[in-house]
């Protein structure tokens, strides 16, 4: 009985025997695929990415087009910069002001980059980057003309729609005549042509419209008019992983100096704060008559934000 069962097992280790190499073998063949996965994986991380930023092309000098329909400007520059710092190969496109959101929620684009304020609306629908420029609003009109930010109820007044000039007017101004338009363009078209007696404007575009030959009669009308939503970002949809990139990018910019470089070449200085100070200085000074507008009073603000911010 002993022996039959012995060999019974013997048996079955003569058959087992076999079964546990070819076990051993999958074993040893699964365990050496662990790593070609997770080298796979790294060289996909490693891989460039392919991002789709949105724009909107009549906003200058941040993002507007050339003579030959090419996008170009501050933003547009950034972009650039960002991109290569992250190894990415980027397509700016252009897109309507009033489809930027919709069209990231949407997912026809990954990003948008267009002036755009970082408001408390805004941050309810879409994920902003670390803000990388600041400014303020400003109100034009004809020179000449004594109308101020406080006369003007009743009043034909000019604005882009969903910007936070547009939004203070209504939040603040609601009794004036609010006309709303959808590019910064049209809004300076109705303004030279007559048909509004003011514009609220983002300060920067403004003074730089105020330089061209078309606003060579209007000039800003009182002082600078700070808000809490002046930080301008670039928009991401929520949770996208890319936010976290573009704000490592945008920190390693200004750490080797391509962000004071860029900002330079626009505004006359090296940075943010310091290209708000130069367009109250100089933008203001060469298109605002002396006593309309207290350019010192707008330095020691910009100076006041200046220190607190540090």
Not at 73 to 102: F, H, N, R, T
Not at 164 to 183: G, N, R
Not at 189 to 215: F, H, N, P, Q, Y
């Amino acid at each position: 009985m002993i022996t039959s069962m012995t060999s019974s097992i013997s048996k079955k280790a003569l058959w087992l025997a076999p079964l546990s190499a070819a076990m051993l073998m999958l074993t040893a063949c699964n365990n050496s695929s662990a790593p070609t996965e997770s080298t796979e994986t790294d060289a996909a991380t490693d891989a460039p990415l392919n991002i789709k930023i949105a724009t909107e092309s009549s906003y200058k000098p941040f993002s507007y087009t050339d003579a030959d329909g090419k996008l170009i400007g501050y933003e547009i520059e950034l972009v650039d910069a960002l991109c290569a710092q992250m190894k990415a190969e980027c397509e700016v496109i252009s897109q309507d002001w009033d489809g930027l959101i919709p069209g990231l929620n949407a997912q026809k684009f990954d990003a948008a980059i267009a002036g755009m304020s970082i408001t408390p609306e805004r941050k309810e629908v879409v994920e902003f980057s670390d803000p990388y420029f600041h400014t303020g609003i400003i109100l034009i009109g004809k020179k000449g003309d004594d109308i101020s930010v406080d006369g003007l109820k009743g009043q034909p007044i000019a604005s882009q729609r969903s910007t936070v000039a547009s939004q203070y007017l209504q939040e603040k101004h609601a009794d004036s005549d609010i006309k709303l338009y959808d590019t910064q363009d049209n809004a300076y078209l109705d303004l030279t042509s007559g048909r509004v007696r003011a514009m609220m404007s983002d300060k920067v575009t403004g003074i730089d419209w105020l330089k061209t030959e078309a606003g060579k009669d209007y000039e800003v009308k009182g002082q600078e008019i700070s808000t809490s939503d002046d930080a301008m970002g670039i928009a991401f949809r929520k949770g996208d992983p890319l936010v976290a990139k573009f704000n490592k990018a945008l920190a390693e910019l200004k750490d080797n100096g391509t962000y004071d470089q860029i900002t330079g070449s626009y505004f006359g200085t090296s940075s943010t704060a310091a290209a708000q100070k130069a367009v109250a200085t100089e933008g203001v000074k060469e298109v605002v008559d002396d006593g309309n507008v207290d350019a010192n009073a707008v330095i020691a603000k910009e100076e006041q934000a200046e220190t607190a911010t540090n």
